[in-house]
T-cell receptor
Framework: EPEVTQTPSHQVTQMGQEVILRCVPI?????FYWYRQILGQKVEFLVS????????KSEIFDDQFSVERPDGSNFTLKIRSTKLEDSAMYFC???????????FGPGTRLTVL | ELKVEQNPLFLSMQEGKNYTIYCNYS?????LYWYRQDPGKSLESLFV?????AVKQEGRLMASLDTKARLSTLHITAAVHDLSATYFC????????????FGEGTQLTVNP
């Protein structure tokens, strides 16, 4: 069964460093999303992406964040200068159309020291 | 702003008992999702409810949606330990490519 994959599973970085989180959505899906979950809290939307453009972004997704689809398979989230409060689990999701169910990847745990 | 509220947030129950988790949301939406999350793991899709009156069942879990009341329920029948997890409901606004807004989650512990 096709699934969303994410790498790395765990990333440790120093405050102020740049990180890139990678996702491979399900191959025939057209809509891509990033969410985050701070430990013990609910899942929060960051950004959605379609047709090589951001469709929607939340107030969390400030200038420190960017997304890219560098090739036909990967979808990346870049955090330019990480802060302590960026420590969270980051989930990528994809859906076939805008009205279909979103399937989530296993997540990348980001720890900022 | 769409708000999604779940209750209870914590639920400890005995095996064999029944219980219901409630999910209220604040604005019109016809699509509601239930996810399960085990500690340190990803979100596993349980149910997708797409219309008023929708009811879906899988094993000991049954989900329903009342769009008029803006309420969904997740009913657990004869709970078993393996159901211990955190359950999230999520709602989207029904627009193209829209975000999911999640509830706070209900942490369920089923005791032997």
């Amino acid at each position: 069964e096709p699934e969303v994959t994410q790498t790395p599973s765990h990333q440790v970085t120093q405050m102020g460093q740049e990180v890139i989180l990678r996702c491979v959505p399900i191959s025939n899906h057209l809509y891509f999303y990033w969410y985050r979950q701070i430990l013990g809290q609910k899942v929060e939307f960051l950004v959605s992406f379609y047709n090589n453009e951001i469709s929607e972004k939340s107030e969390i997704f400030d200038d420190q964040f960017s997304v890219e689809r560098p090739d036909g398979s990967n979808f990346t989230l870049k955090i330019r200068s990480t802060k302590l409060e960026d420590s969270a689990m980051y989930f990528c999701a994809s859906s076939e159309t805008s009205y279909n169910e979103q399937f989530f990847g296993p997540g990348t745990r980001l720890t900022v020291l | 702003e769409l708000k999604v509220e779940q209750n209870p947030l914590f639920l400890s129950m005995q095996e064999g008992k029944n219980y219901t988790i409630y999910c209220n949301y604040s604005t019109t939406s016809d699509r509601l999702y239930w996810y399960r999350q085990d500690p340190g793991k990803s979100l596993e899709s349980l149910f997708v409810l797409l219309s008023n009156g929708a009811v879906k069942q899988e094993g000991r879990l049954m989900a329903s949606l009342d769009t008029k009341a803006r309420l969904s329920t997740l009913h657990i029948t004869a709970a078993v330990h393996d159901l211990s997890a955190t359950y999230f409901c999520a709602v989207d606004r029904g627009t193209s490519g829209s975000r999911l807004t999640f509830g706070e989650g209900t942490q369920l512990t089923v005791n032997p």
